[in-house]
Nanobody, 131 residues
Framework: LQLVEAGGGSVQPGGSLRLSCAGS????????IGWFRQAPGKEREGVSC????????KYADSVKGRFTISRDNAKDTVYLQMNSLKPEDTARYFC?????????????????????????WGKGALVTVSS
């Protein structure tokens, strides 16, 4: 499985962006997906995650009410809609895949980077929020 993020860019505070995480090489429907971000000099942190069937989603407190995660398994793509962006949202955003669906775990997702191992990560998309 390969993952590619897209949709990053520069936006003013209060603006919106939609990130996408496209999978290839294996059906994404077998993977729970997490979004993470890393700002310069800071550790990678969990932003949101979604289960294989989309029935479970979680958000970091810092983005709750502003970000929405969704997925379209027919398109092998997961989205992160980011509204009301703040300067502190500036970071490189990564998506990662957890093959939980291969073991029948369709109602779970993980918010910690260590839960995704090292195999299934995208290279990231840069989001800059500045006036």
């Amino acid at each position: 499985l390969q993952l590619v993020e897209a949709g990053g860019g520069s936006v003013q505070p209060g603006g919106s962006l939609r990130l996408s995480c496209a999978g290839s090489g294996f059906p994404l429907k077998y993977f729970a997906i997490g979004w993470f971000r890393q700002a310069p000099g800071k550790e990678r942190e969990g932003v949101s995650c979604i289960s294989t069937n989309g029935g479970i989603s979680k958000y970091a407190d810092s983005v709750k009410g502003r970000f929405t995660i969704s997925r379209d398994n027919a398109k092998d793509t997961v989205y992160l809609q980011m509204n009301s962006l703040k300067p502190e949202d500036t970071a490189r955003y990564f998506c990662a895949a957890d093959p939980s669906g291969l073991t029948g775990a369709h109602d779970m997702c993980i918010m910690t980077p260590s839960g995704y191992g090292v195999n299934y990560w995208g290279k990231g998309a840069l989001v800059t929020v500045s006036s």
